[in-house]
């Protein structure tokens, strides 16, 4: 890959590169000194409200963050309302026209509603099948400020088409008119094009502009490396503007590599072991003094490694600051929910009750052990058919009680009492008229509005069972409600989007249900760490245009970074491509690849004295897996330092190797299969003849003597039944003294 091809700017039209003003440094901490100098300078000032004369935008909150603790570490005692903002933050500062952006899903229903309305036979009855990728299509077209006249022409220049190209275009350019005119009639925008919003804003109102920035005519912009989104049409409006005066833009060096002193290399097997090599480098760096908030590992994507480089940090006692993400369908309280959807799609049987009676999310108060004895006799399917069954067992036991009691049968012990079935029934009875409404067959905008007053009205006390402290553990707490917001915000706002742009009307099961669900909770719920002064583990766009003393890149691996370019089933490269020469701003894959090129090098930038990359050996199924082309650029470059990659298990005592050594030879021995003190079986042939004569292969052991047995070495049981077989007394049960020996025991 050239360095040449990853010039940020290379593609704003000369004019508007003639009026912006460049600063160039090749080190990003450089960089941030000379956009931040009139904040720098304040320490001197004798103003008594300092504040800088122009304002400064940054890349991301970490630069935010830098930016104020090198004002601290200068005496800088503060500022005024300071004029600092983060890219997402330009609308308060810069101002936003009236029209309310759409949440994401009133977007996706918008654009259901429009592909069935204006799509035509190329898209007919397969609107869900390419909603995704004609969603990201009008987002690339809006969020640059195109006209369906505009787009329509281009479509109109591209040549030598096949006729079904020609068909999907004019269906496209159709679903993008019904787009924009749904939005224009109800005062909306696409949710994605903010900075064309603002870029409108200030052009049709100089002087709010002047009011906003308080009399600053100047703005200085660090870190833009990706003009995408809207930031060609926003930096026009601004040197275009009467209210500023000047337009600064703060980059690192466009070309070449700049290296620090020292680089590495860690291949490991995979990514534990991987991300265990760079945790105790880490490790031997901050024993060596070095301050943790000055050493970064980064990875292109947050998964899986934020997350695998959080516990190895930990297992060398090393904290660490990072935001975490976190798949909402991951969530405890978000999985309990959707486990209750699935058991009403699966028809309630026995294994969805079971778990749904042990899920400690839901006061449902389901008797485990009578749903079990049920279940494991005979197939149950249904709610219905479960309140039958539960009526036949109550008979049941109720007429052996009454043999029992009349002396004319013993066979007690082979029914449930009668009492935990009554009140197994009652509780049943509660759980399946909340539970009845999912059995039923509604549309999607009736499932919405059965679920939405479902997580209103939480029958079940899923919020305050999910608000209790488990050991201490504050964060399994914390995540939970916020993830429990964040689904009934969710699916409050898919109601409201549904009834905004109804769907077909096609009535769903509870499966249909759940499973367009899935796909809509596919967004995250991010977290903080607790501290703010640890090892920084960030994802390579939030650790863009930093600077840190000591930098680990880790996951770079072919096809993660660079990450490959992302497909669609709507548009071919060739159709994209051919777009863009007519005048479409629809990225290719050789800007792509150019972009990924402009991060790899800012990020290596970013590493003052020492700079270590790593990749896994191994892939998923054992096979060999090819280190990254920026890898190879580096050992081209300046060479790499091999690091040792394989280490062994890191344990924090003696007595923690030892457990460790313990175990492996326990689970060693139980893998062979032969009868052991370890793999829970019971060899002796007199035990066994005479627990199958005793019990029989039909006996439903009970989960309660199940969970009791277990707390005890299956070694002393088989001792314990063949010690009560040769002393059992002929008055008493021999069931009853095997159960009160192993409950008193454990």
């Known amino acids: 890959m050239s360095p040449a091809s990853g010039e940020p700017l290379a593609g704003l039209p000369p004019r508007l590169m003639e009026r912006l003003h460049q600063v160039v440094a090749a080190d990003p901490a450089e960089l941030l000194e000379l956009a931040a100098e009139g904040f720098l300078r304040v320490a001197a000032s004798t103003d008594l409200f300092p504040s800088p004369p122009y304002l400064l935008v940054l890349r991301q909150g970490g630069l935010r963050d830098d930016l104020f603790r090198l004002a601290a570490s200068r005496g800088v005692p503060g500022w005024f ?122 052009r049709a109102d100089p002087d709010a502009l002047a009011r906003r920035l308080g009399g600053r005519r100047e703005i200085r912009i660090v870190g833009l490396a990706d003009l995408r989104g809207g930031w060609r049409l926003l930096l026009e409006a601004l040197v275009d503007s009467p209210a500023i005066g000047r337009v600064g833009l703060y980059l690192t060096e466009p070309t070449g590599l700049r290296v620090p002193p020292a680089v590495g290399l860690v291949a490991a097997r995979d990514e534990d072991t991987e991300l265990e090599a760079v945790a105790l480098r880490v490790r031997a760096l901050l024993d060596s003094g070095v301050r943790p908030d000055s050493v970064a590992i980064v990875a292109r994507d947050g998964r899986p490694y934020v997350d695998v480089a959080l516990r190895a940090l930990k297992a060398v006692g090393v904290s660490a600051t990072a935001r975490r993400r976190i798949v909402l369908t991951a969530v405890p309280v978000v999985r309990a929910v959707i486990a209750l959807l699935d058991a009403a799609a699966s028809g309630w049987t026995r294994h969805a009750l079971a778990g749904l009676g042990a899920q400690p999310y839901f006061a449902a108060d389901l008797d485990v052990r009578v749903i079990n004895y049920i279940g494991y006799r005979r197939r149950v399917v249904g709610l219905a058919a479960w309140g039958a069954a539960l009526e036949r067992l109550l008979e049941e036991a109720r007429a052996v009680e009454a043999l029992v009691e009349s002396g004319e049968s013993e066979e007690r012990r082979r029914s449930l009492p009668a009492a ?138 072919a096809g993660r970074f660079p990450r490959r370019a992302p497909s669609s089933l709507l548009l071919s490269e060739h159709d994209r491509e051919a777009l863009r020469r ?165």
């Open 582 to 746: 007519a005048g479409m701003p629809l990225e290719t894959r050789s800007e792509w690849e150019a972009r990924e090129w402009e991060l790899f090098r800012t990020l290596v930038a970013g590493a003052r004295l020492s700079l270590t990359v790593s990749y896994r050996r191994l892939d998923d199924l054992g096979g060999a897996a090819n280190s990254s082309a920026f890898v190879e650029e580096l050992r081209q470059r300046c060479g790499l330092e091999v690091l040792a990659a394989e280490t062994p298990p890191v344990c924090r005592s003696a007595e923690v190797a030892a457990h460790a050594w313990r175990v492996a030879h326990i689970e060693r021995e139980r893998a062979t299969g032969r009868p052991s003190l370890w793999n829970g079986l019971i060899a002796q042939a007199s035990l066994q003849g005479w627990l199958a004569e005793k019990f029989g292969d039909g006996f439903v052991w009970s989960p309660t003597s199940l969970e009791s047995f277990a707390k005890c070495p299956w070694a002393w049981f088989s001792e314990r039944l063949l010690r009560l077989k040769s002393v059992q007394d002929p008055d008493e049960d021999m069931d009853a003294q095997v159960r009160g020996s192993v409950l008193h025991d454990a």
């Open 420 to 557: 935990w079935i009554e009140r197994a029934r009652e509780r049943f009875a509660k759980f399946a008229a909340a539970a009845s409404p999912m059995d039923e067959v509604k549309t999607l905008a009736g499932w919405l509005e059965w679920f939405d007053q479902w997580l209103e009205r939480d029958p079940w006390r899923i919020e305050e069972r999910a608000a209790r402290v488990p050991d201490e553990r504050w964060q399994v707490v914390r995540l939970d409600l916020m993830a429990w917001r964040q689904l009934r915000r969710v699916v409050a706002d898919w109601a409201e989007a549904e009834r905004s742009w109804p769907g077909d009307g096609a009535p769903m099961t509870a499966a249909a249900f759940v499973e367009r669900l899935r796909l809509m909770l596919a967004g995250d719920v991010a977290m903080w760490t607790e501290t703010d002064r640890g090892v920084v583990v960030a994802e390579a766009l939030a650790a863009s245009y930093r600077s840190f003393d000591h930098l680990f890149l880790v996951g770079m691996n």
């Open 81 to 202: 309302d300071p004029p600092v903002s983060v890219f997402h933050e330009l609308p308060s500062w810069l101002g936003s026209t009236k029209r309310r952006p759409l949440g994401d899903f009133e977007r996706a229903a918008l654009v259901e509603h429009v592909l069935r309305r204006a799509g035509g036979a190329v898209f007919r009855g397969r609107e869900g099948v390419f909603l995704s990728a004609v969603e990201r299509l009008l987002g690339e077209l809006a969020s640059e400020g195109v006209t369906a006249r505009r787009f329509e022409e281009a479509v109109a220049a591209v040549r030598d088409r096949e006729t079904f190209e020609v068909e999907r275009d004019q269906a496209l350019v159709a679903v993008y008119r019904a787009y924009l005119d749904e939005l224009d009639s109800r005062q909306l925008r696409d949710g994605r094009d903010t900075l064309a919003d603002t870029a409108a804003a200030i």
